[in-house]
């Protein structure tokens, strides 16, 4: 049977710190948890035991963070290797080597014996759901010898990675009939499973070589970062581990400059808020400095010249569109209804 490893709640997700190692404060290793504050919380880790491993699935509606540094290493000295499957909103790892971020569909790797800062953000139904795997570090070895490195991520497409996942699924979600051998057994196939997996990926990682990788996570370290004005090809740089003139030569070759990029991301974000109906209550500089802009003048020239319409013209112009379109609905359901 599967059992409740912590819940939160706006009640009690300030505690979190103290009990996201469960009742025994045993499980999973030592670090810093943090759960961000929000008008309704609700953060969920169950866990089911197969032998030396913990299948554990983990949603919420809200970010979340968590550091292990060298301190908590020492502290607990355990080895442990976790194998995570995102399935909603996105993992992002900064660790000794760089910068990873794993999207929905992805297979990423940490280990306990090595620093990371992870960042569990939502998705666009404003929900992040993983499922994770915490394995021994001397049971992995067993199936890949060479070992997996903290922030090693790839794709988890194709037949092989589809199979363990529904193996380690099937034992997470059983009601209890499944001997403790026979459930070792089927984790230790879907492990076996997996490393054959991994033996199919090229070694140069997720999207068919590194410069496509590293494109990839310039990308999405923008793309998690563009609310901050102090946001710079330095930033970014030092992020995702190479250097600025690299972080040019990768975005050059995506068709584009840092600064273009940057700031067409930005409005187009922009005009997504200003045009929402459920956000008429967010004022124009909110939404200015709310993504990245360093005053309400410069965002409103570079609004201007996007949309060929100030901020304020655009949002008066899209509340007429959406009430008209409303109007449209109501009067097509009225004749449906005739």
Known sequence: ????????????????????????????????????????????????????????????????????????????????????????????????????????????????????????????????????????????????????????CVPATGCQFTVAQHILMDIFEEKGELSANAAQLLVETALSVVSQAIGTVPVSAAHQSLSNKRLHDVLRYIELHLSDPKLSIATVAKGCAISPRYVSILLKSHGSSFSTLVWAERLKIAGRLLSSATSNDLSISKVAYGMGFKSLAHFSRKFKAAFNMSPSEYRSRSRMDNAHRHLERAAARRVSLQ
């Open 1 to 152: 049977m599967t059992e409740t490893l912590f819940a939160f709640d706006q009640r009690n997700y300030l505690n979190c710190q103290t009990s996201f190692r469960g009742n025994g404060n045993q499980e999973y290793y030592r670090g810093d948890f943090s759960i961000e504050a929000g008008s309704a919380i609700e953060v969920r880790a169950e866990k089911k035991a197969a032998g030396g491993c913990s299948i554990i699935r983990l949603s919420s509606n809200t970010r979340l963070h968590f550091r292990r540094s060298w301190s908590h290493i020492r502290e607990d000295s355990t080895d442990v290797t976790v194998l995570w499957f995102i399935k909603r909103g996105t993992l992002s790892v900064s660790h000794q080597r760089g910068y990873t971020t794993a999207a929905v569909g992805d297979f990423l790797v940490t280990k306990s014996t090595t620093p990371f800062f992870i960042e569990c953000q939502v998705g666009q139904d404003s929900m992040h759901e993983v499922l994770h795997v915490v394995v021994p570090t001397h049971l992995i070895t067993s199936y890949v010898p060479h070992g997996l490195t903290t922030g090693f």
